[in-house]
């Protein structure tokens, strides 16, 4: 049996840093990934729909991951590695249905002009937010980067405390659990800062109405102005590549085919894993799962290896709402609609909606299992930042639909759609994307007539893809406050150690949750690089 130090079970963005990590670290690791391909959810594939149009199959916006610690640690190497980062002045703006449009830049004065013109007074509205919000921004990052059930999680509460008093930090902690709604009506005048905003909080696996899902608005509305939105020059494949060439060129292993379908218990500790064709590999140090909680405490342990609370935990783990992908080749890029088609044919990531209502309406629609009648559209397009994303003068968009039901389909919104026993199949899966194009052939004038071909995935296909989407849940686990933060991904078993010794938890279902940000990768190589407890005081001593 071979035995490293470490073996991940999974390939995601979080194993794979951490790996690459620790591999730098000196430690000898081992990556196995049931997929053909590592990478997780993100995949990039060549000819998905046509012959030299490159596709990101799931994950396709790389801001969480160039804010990153992992990156800042790693990025020296990647950089050599020929992991090329290209961006924008202008990440984001929704197209509404009657041809206007609101745009986020990454300039504070353009976000006062553009939010002006919208409402006068809602350019200064943004700049408040932003600057209120950068007076404590790092204590938001912190909370979104920290092992919050650890002395550093208390220590970020203590500096919080210092920093604000007992009043402030009560406040502080209250416009936290603000509901989107909440604060972008108290926030901003006009409705079109309101469709703006209200569709990212999407992007975190929340919807408008629900606690906290107006503090994560701020954190991104303040993260795209800073960041933009990075992707990376001919796909993420080229970050997949390069992290598991830095885990192999130190002596490592990143196998595919590879099933994990047991995790070795002996004396409460994990000693390695078995795999679905009986190979056994051996773990001297740590044994690392990228999987949800139900896989974890379910499938990969056995009965007796975890308390009887724990493993009924997990069993109520929620999974949130399903995601539906839409490829589309198209052979000229698009004309939008509009006074504002210029910049929206540059924008990466625009939504179309109705407004902050039609995005609430949505979610509450997919909520109580329907096909929602006007989905939110985020339409992606990574050709405005990449040009090699397809044939010269040729064009890709990725389309994601956040607004879908968690299991069965029990009926259609619209009232239009037959939608069967309520699974996703090619019928009900095509009939969907062909009402969803529909729609956004209304922005885009000449979508159906440049349109070479399209690849629609369904929340089945997506968990067919990759296990951890369960439902299609692109998030990991419902983002729901009672399972975030501090509760992610079980009140009785809190961020990453596990009540097996040596056995970590990371990846999506845990915190910080969903995203290419690798931060629950990171905080876990930072635990096992820790140096003993005496090696730190000692360090402490003066003169040393
Ligand atoms: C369609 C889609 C679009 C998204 N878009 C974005 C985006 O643009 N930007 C962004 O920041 N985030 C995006 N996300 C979210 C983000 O991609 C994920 O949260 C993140 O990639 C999850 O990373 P992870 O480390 O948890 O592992 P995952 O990417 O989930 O990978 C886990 C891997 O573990 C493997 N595995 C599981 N069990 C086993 C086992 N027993 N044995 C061996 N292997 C196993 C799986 O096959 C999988 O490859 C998107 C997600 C999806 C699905």
Same mark, same amino acid.
């Given at each position: 049996?071979?035995?490293?130090?470490?073996?991940? @079970?999974?390939?995601?963005?979080?194993?794979?840093?951490? !790996?690459?990590?620790?591999?730098?670290?000196?430690?000898?690791?081992?990556?196995?990934?049931?997929?053909?391909? #590592?990478?997780?959810?993100?995949?990039?594939?060549?000819?998905?729909? !046509?012959?030299?149009?490159?596709?990101?199959?799931?994950?396709?916006?790389?801001?969480?991951?160039?804010?990153?610690?992992?990156?800042?640690?790693?990025?020296?190497?990647?950089?050599?590695?020929?992991?090329?980062?290209?961006?924008?002045?202008?990440?984001?703006?929704?197209?509404?249905?009657?041809?206007?449009?609101?745009?986020?830049?990454?300039?504070?004065?353009?976000?006062?002009?553009?939010?002006?013109?919208?409402?006068?007074?809602?350019?200064?509205?943004?700049?408040?937010?932003?600057?209120?919000?950068?007076?404590?921004?790092?204590?938001?990052?912190?909370?979104?980067?920290?092992?919050?059930?650890?002395?550093?999680?208390?220590?970020?509460?203590?500096?919080?405390?210092?920093?604000?008093?007992?009043?402030?930090?009560?406040?502080?902690?209250?416009?936290?659990?603000?509901?989107?709604?909440?604060?972008?009506?108290?926030?901003?005048?006009?409705?079109?800062?309101?469709?703006?905003?209200?569709?990212?909080?999407?992007?975190?696996?929340?919807?408008?109405?629900?606690?906290?899902?107006?503090?994560?608005?701020?954190?991104?509305?303040?993260?795209?102005?800073?960041?933009?939105?990075?992707?990376?020059?001919?796909? &993420?494949?080229?970050?997949?590549?390069?992290?598991?060439?830095?885990?192999?060129?130190?002596? &490592? $292993?990143?196998?595919?085919?590879?099933?994990?379908?047991?995790?070795?218990?002996?004396?409460?500790?994990?000693?390695?894993?078995?795999? =679905?064709?009986?190979?056994?590999?051996?773990?001297?140090? =740590?044994?690392?799962?990228?999987?949800?909680?139900?896989?974890?405490?379910?499938?990969?342990?056995?009965?007796?290896?975890?308390?009887?609370?724990?493993?009924?935990?997990?069993?109520?783990?929620?999974?949130?709402?399903? $995601?539906?992908?839409?490829?589309? #080749?198209?052979? !000229?890029?698009?004309?939008?609609?509009?006074?504002? #088609?210029?910049?929206?044919?540059?924008?990466?990531? @625009?939504?179309?909606?109705?407004?902050?209502?039609?995005?609430?309406?949505?979610?509450? $629609?997919?909520?109580?299992?329907?096909?929602?009648?006007?989905?939110?559209?985020?339409?992606?397009?990574?050709?405005?930042?990449?040009?090699?994303?397809?044939?010269?003068?040729?064009?890709?968009?990725?389309?994601?639909?956040?607004?879908?039901?968690?299991?069965? @389909?029990?009926?259609? =919104?619209?009232?239009?759609?037959?939608?069967?026993?309520?699974?996703?199949?090619?019928?009900?899966?095509?009939?969907?994307?062909?009402?969803?194009?529909?729609?956004?052939?209304?922005?885009?004038?000449?979508?159906?007539?440049?349109?070479?071909?399209?690849?629609?995935?369904?929340? #089945?296909?997506?968990?067919?893809?990759?296990?951890?989407?369960?439902?299609?849940?692109?998030?990991?686990?419902?983002?729901?406050?009672?399972?975030?933060?501090?509760?992610?991904?079980?009140?009785?078993?809190?961020?990453?150690?596990?009540?097996?010794?040596?056995?970590?938890?990371?990846?999506?279902?845990?915190?910080?949750?969903?995203?290419?940000?690798?931060?629950?990768?990171?905080?876990?190589?930072?635990?096992?690089?820790?140096?003993?407890?005496?090696?730190?005081?000692? !360090?402490?001593?003066?003169?040393?």
């Amino acid at each position: 049996m071979a035995t490293h130090d470490a073996v991940f @079970v999974g390939a995601g963005i979080n194993s794979l840093a951490a !790996a690459a990590l620790l591999a730098r670290a000196g430690w000898d690791v081992c990556v196995l990934e049931r997929e053909e391909v #590592a990478g997780g959810c993100i995949r990039t594939v060549e000819g998905l729909t !046509a012959p030299g149009f490159t596709h990101e199959l799931m994950a396709a916006w790389h801001p969480l991951f160039t804010g990153s610690a992992a990156y800042a640690e790693l990025r020296d190497e990647l950089d050599r590695r020929g992991v090329e980062y290209l961006n924008t002045d202008l990440p984001t703006g929704t197209a509404f249905p009657d041809g206007s449009a609101c745009f986020v830049w990454t300039s504070t004065e353009q976000n006062v002009r553009e939010l002006d013109a919208h409402s006068p007074g809602d350019g200064a509205a943004w700049q408040a937010m932003f600057e209120t919000f950068m007076a404590n921004a790092d204590l938001a990052f912190e909370l979104l980067s920290t092992e919050l059930w650890s002395a550093s999680g208390l220590g970020l509460a203590q500096r919080a405390l210092r920093r604000l008093g007992r009043r402030g930090l009560l406040e502080l902690t209250g416009r936290t659990l603000v509901t989107c709604r909440d604060w972008l009506t108290d926030t901003f005048r006009s409705q079109a800062a309101h469709g703006l905003l209200a569709p990212w909080v999407l992007h975190t696996g929340l919807g408008p109405d629900q606690a906290t899902s107006g503090f994560m608005t701020q954190v991104i509305a303040a993260a795209l102005q800073l960041g933009g939105m990075p992707v990376p020059l001919g796909g &993420g494949v080229r970050l997949v590549e390069a992290l598991c060439g830095i885990v192999r060129d130190a002596g &490592g $292993e990143v196998r595919t085919g590879a099933d994990v379908e047991r995790i070795l218990v002996a004396d409460g500790r994990a000693t390695g894993v078995r795999l =679905a064709d009986g190979e056994t590999v051996g773990a001297a140090r =740590a044994v690392v799962a990228s999987t949800t909680p139900t896989a974890l405490y379910w499938k990969l342990l056995g009965e007796g290896d975890v308390p009887a609370r724990v493993r009924e935990a997990a069993r109520r783990f929620r999974y949130g709402r399903g $995601e539906m992908q839409i490829h589309v #080749a198209l052979d !000229a890029p698009p004309r939008w609609r509009g006074s504002r #088609a210029a910049e929206l044919a540059r924008t990466p990531v @625009v939504h179309v909606t109705p407004g902050l209502d039609g995005v609430s309406r949505a979610v509450n $629609e997919a909520e109580r299992g329907l096909l929602p009648a006007e989905a939110t559209i985020v339409c992606g397009q990574p050709c405005a930042l990449d040009p090699t994303r397809a044939p010269e003068g040729k064009w890709v968009i990725w389309i994601q639909l956040q607004e879908l039901p968690a299991g069965q @389909v029990k009926g259609d =919104a619209a009232g239009e759609l037959d939608v069967g026993d309520g699974r996703w199949t090619e019928e009900l899966r095509e009939a969907y994307a062909d009402r969803i194009v529909a729609r956004l052939g209304e922005s885009i004038e000449n979508l159906a007539e440049e349109t070479i071909a399209r690849v629609v995935l369904s929340p #089945a296909d997506l968990e067919r893809e990759n296990v951890n989407l369960v439902g299609g849940d692109i998030y990991g686990g419902s983002c729901a406050l009672d399972q975030n933060l501090l509760w992610r991904p079980l009140a009785q078993a809190p961020g990453h150690r596990t009540p097996v010794d040596g056995l970590w938890h990371i990846g999506a279902s845990t915190h910080p949750g969903p995203g290419l940000g690798a931060g629950s990768g990171y905080l876990v190589y930072r635990e096992l690089t820790r140096p003993p407890l005496a090696r730190r005081l000692l !360090a402490r001593l003066p003169g040393r």
